[in-house]
């Protein structure tokens, strides 16, 4: 079992950024994978980003070269830098971990809204 705890989120005007936290207690096994997805209102969850522990990343279409992933082993924490922010990113956020593809787990999940 593994803990998440978001932060970060907020509203912000489009083109702004947002840095995104999340804390993850556990093992260091259960964190092997650690990223983040979102949902839009009316949308399907997305994946957004994620990271595995040897530090390969894959990203959505939608945010590659605005988004960047990044983590703290020692700290059980992955981060998402969020840059030029448009109103399509507005979603909640979700950071999920786990120790496998199969074997994620999610947090409660931060709201974050671009708009002017």
């Known amino acids: 079992q593994v803990q998440l705890v978001e932060s970060g989120g907020g509203l912000v005007q489009p083109g702004g950024s947002l840095r995104l936290s999340c804390s993850a207690a556990?093992?260091?096994?259960?964190?092997?994978?650690m990223g983040w997805d979102r949902q839009a209102p009316g949308k399907q969850r997305e994946l957004v980003a994620t990271?595995?522990?040897?530090?390969?990343?894959n990203y959505a279409d939608s945010v590659k070269g605005r988004f960047f992933i990044s983590r703290d082993t020692a700290k059980n924490t992955v981060y998402l830098q969020m840059n030029s922010l448009e109103p399509e990113d507005t979603a909640i956020y979700y950071c999920n971990a786990g120790p496998s593809w199969s074997r994620l787990y999610w947090g409660q999940g931060t709201q974050v809204t671009v708009s002017s």
């Open positions: 990271m595995t522990r040897d530090d390969t990343t």
């Open positions: 556990g093992s260091a096994f259960s964190t092997i994978i």
